[in-house]
T-cell receptor, first 112, second 116 residues
Framework: AQSVTQPDIHITVSEGASLELRCNYS??????LFWYVQSPGQGLQLLLK??????LVQGIKGFEAEFKRSQSSFNLRKPSVHWSDAAEYFC??????????FGTGTRLQVFP | GAVVSQHPSWVICKSGTSVKIECRSL??????MFWYRQFPKQSLMLMAT?????????EQGVEKDKFLINHASLTLSTLTVTSAHPEDSSFYIC????????????FGPGTRLTVL
C-alpha cells in the first residue's frame, strides 16, 4: 500500500541554521512527490514538486528537495532558516494520477 | 496555479444540524476538486473526489449520506455535513486539481467546524 512517512513530528532550529526535513515514501510506480507548507489559519502552499528529471528540485522560499530512489526518500532542505519558516510541513506522494497521500507532517519551530 | 477560497472559514453549530461548506476555484475551471479532513496535529485525510456534473467518489470509511458533496459548476463544490455531531468537529480543506497527469492540487484555506 502507498504511504508517506515523516519521522520527525517536531523540529526546533535556531534562526540562520540549516534545516532538513525527512520524508520516506512507499509506492510501487514512479512517484510524483510534493512538499507543502501549512501556516496557522492558512491553506497548504506548494513549496516544490518532483515529477521526473533532475533529482534535485528547487522550490519557493529558498527550499530544495532531493529525490533518492534507492532510499525512497524526498527530503526537504533549506540552508538558512528564517523565523517566518515556522509552520507545519507536509510531504505527499501522488498516486493513481489523481490522489495525494500525505505524511503526518513535521512542525517546525524557529528560535531567534 | 489556482486560487481557491472556502466559506465559511469557521462555523459553530449545534448537534443535529446540517452545515454547508463552499469551495470556490476563483481563477481556474476545476473539473475535479477534493475534500480533505484534518484532525488537530494530524495529517490530511482524503474524504472524497468531487467531479463536476457527476457523483462524488468517496474514500473507504466515509459516509456518503453524512457528507454530501455537490459539484454543480466548474468553480464551485459544496460539502454538507448532515446531522452533525461533536465527532464531526474538524478542519475541512478542499483542493482543486490543476494537473491531471501529475496529481497537482491547489488548496483552499480550510474551514474549522465545531459541533457543540
Amino acid at each position: 500500500a502507498q504511504s508517506v512517512t515523516q519521522p520527525d513530528i517536531h523540529i526546533t532550529v535556531s534562526e540562520g541554521a540549516s534545516l532538513e526535513l525527512r520524508c520516506n515514501y512507499s509506492y510501487g510506480a514512479t512517484p510524483y512527490l510534493f512538499w507543502y507548507v501549512q501556516s496557522p489559519g492558512q491553506g497548504l502552499q506548494l513549496l516544490l514538486k518532483y515529477f521526473s528529471g533532475d533529482t534535485l528540485v528547487q522550490g519557493i522560499k529558498g527550499f530544495e528537495a532531493e529525490f533518492k530512489r534507492s532510499q525512497s526518500s524526498f527530503n526537504l532542505r533549506k540552508p538558512s532558516v528564517h523565523w517566518s519558516d515556522a509552520a507545519e510541513y507536509f510531504c505527499a506522494v501522488g498516486v493513481n494520477t489523481d490522489k495525494l497521500i500525505f505524511g503526518t507532517g513535521t512542525r517546525l519551530q524557529v528560535f531567534p | 496555479g489556482a486560487v481557491v477560497s472556502q466559506h465559511p472559514s469557521w462555523v459553530i453549530c449545534k448537534s443535529g444540524t446540517s452545515v454547508k461548506i463552499e469551495c470556490r476555484s476563483l481563477d481556474f475551471q476545476a473539473t475535479t476538486m477534493f475534500w480533505y479532513r484534518q484532525f488537530p496535529k494530524q495529517s490530511l485525510m482524503l474524504m472524497a473526489t468531487s467531479n463536476e456534473g457527476s457523483k462524488a467518489t468517496y474514500e473507504q470509511g466515509v459516509e456518503k449520506d453524512k457528507f454530501l458533496i455537490n459539484h454543480a459548476s466548474l468553480t464551485l463544490s459544496t460539502l454538507t455535513v448532515t446531522s452533525a455531531h461533536p465527532e464531526d468537529s474538524s478542519f475541512y480543506i478542499c483542493s482543486v486539481e490543476v494537473g491531471q497527469a501529475y496529481n497537482e492540487q491547489f488548496f483552499g484555506p480550510g474551514t474549522r467546524l465545531t459541533v457543540l
